[in-house]
């Protein structure tokens, strides 16, 4: 057993009679082992793009919610009246009547 963990703490299975087995196990393995790393940086790479695209829709939603409210401030009457009171204008004092026309039936 010692034998056998020298010998391959020495090399010895890269330099003997089989050794072109054992290098296409090795370079096998490498090739595996680089597939997997890269893997792995191509997933967190996704993961911190969804994580920043999440904060940006979070951002994005907070910002409608605030220009809704704006919106909706902005057309209520008595907004209106202070407004185009600057203008001159002032609402009526009658209420406005609607007009019917009748038509002839030819």
Known sequence: ???????????KFLVSGDAP???????FAS????IMIA????????????????EEVKEL???FVDMRSDVQR???ES???ETVADEGLI?????????????EAP
Request: hydrophobic letters at 40%.
């Open 31 to 34: 090739f595996l082992a680089t």
């Open 79 to 81: 907004t209106i009246r």
């Open 74 to 76: 902005l057309k209520l």
């Open 91 to 103: 609402p009526s004092d009658t209420p406005p009547k609607k007009i019917k026309v009748k038509s």
């Open 21 to 27: 087995k054992n290098w296409l196990f090795i370079i």
């Open 1 to 11: 057993m010692k034998n056998g963990i020298v010998a391959i703490l020495k090399g």
């Open 39 to 54: 893997s792995s940086h191509s997933a967190d790479k996704k993961v911190h793009r969804l994580a920043a695209l999440n």
């Open 61 to 63: 939603r907070s910002e």
